[in-house]
């Protein structure tokens, strides 16, 4: 068994930003959710070591960086932006190349939820960024990734499931943290050549076993019959990354959910499979469900 998201709220909310307009989402969505679960929310600004600060000096100024004035600047520009009203706002400014900054945070703190933001609506060329792509891949948190502008509360959920324990949990995450959002879960298969073989009348009986497949994982997920009641089962012919997509864009998904487990070094590796391909392929705002090996 595993411990997933969905079983209690993260502890914490961990926002990271590189201060430039592409984060101003992330930042909104942060914001939000931190209020509307009541949890401690950092900040996190990381800028590799040895790059040009684009921070302006004055002529007069004796060294081009003043670090401690600079720091000062980004905590106060970073407070006004996010508010005074947030529970436990801390705002940590750091050197070093970000995605370590943030991993070393990240398992530092403990159970908790990345947030960051995306220069690309839905990295159309493949490439969700280095900072993301290596959070998706090496967090021990689950990660979530947003794209659009927040317009309130999540309403309208896309949860991806291929029957996995890392798919059960991302949709008891889904449930969990957002108990009034309307959920579509999705089983995509595809079937090579499918044209060649399946008739409308086998195709029909083939569909009617998955969602029998699909009703069983309901089933086997441990969720109140509340939840359920959110829960509309959904089976799709195509490859999951753009089943998926094609949902987003025709129905207006606000979030969609995957699971993914942390295996360590070789996960990592391997991910550039189905998971990372649903990373680059999806629009709107994405959520990684980082499920951890239970102890004991």
Not at 37 to 57: E, F
Not at 82 to 94: F, M, Q, R, T, Y
Not at 186 to 193: C, G, K, R, V
């Amino acid at each position: 068994m595993s411990e997933p998201l969905g079983a209690t709220r993260p502890d914490w909310l961990l926002l990271a930003t590189d201060l430039g307009a592409g984060c101003d989402r992330a930042m909104d969505r942060a914001a939000q959710l931190a209020r509307q679960w009541q949890l401690p929310l950092s900040v996190v600004h990381a800028t590799p070591a040895g790059a040009v600060d684009a921070w302006p000096t004055s002529a007069h100024d004796a060294s081009p960086r003043q670090p401690p004035e600079r720091t000062a600047a980004i905590e106060r520009q970073l407070r006004q932006d996010l508010g005074e009203d947030l529970p436990g706002l801390s705002i940590h400014v750091a050197e070093g190349e970000p995605a370590d900054v943030i991993l070393e945070l990240a398992r530092r703190e403990g159970h908790g939820l990345i947030v960051l933001g995306s220069d690309r609506a839905g990295f159309a060329d493949g490439s969700p960024g280095r900072t993301a792509e290596r959070l998706v891949r090496a967090s021990p948190a689950s990660v979530l990734i947003v794209r659009q502008r927040p317009r309130g509360a999540y309403r309208h959920l896309l949860v991806g499931t291929d029957f996995t324990v890392e798919s059960r949990d991302g949709l008891r995450a889904a449930a969990s943290l957002f108990p009034q959002a309307r959920i579509v879960l999705m089983h995509a298969l595809d079937i090579p050549y499918q044209s060649l073989w399946l008739d409308a009348a086998r195709r029909q009986e083939f569909i009617e076993m998955e969602m029998a497949t699909v009703a069983a994982f309901l089933a086997d997920s441990d969720l109140p019959e509340a939840a359920r009641q959110r829960i509309h089962p959904l089976v799709e012919h195509g490859h999951p990354e753009i089943m998926l997509r094609q949902y987003v864009l025709e129905k207006g998904a606000d979030l969609t959910v995957i699971g993914a487990f942390n295996r360590g070094l070789a996960f990592r590796l391997l991910i550039g499979g189905t998971a990372q391909r649903i990373v680059q392929a999806v629009p709107g705002d994405l959520l990684v469900v980082r499920a951890t090996p239970a102890t004991g």
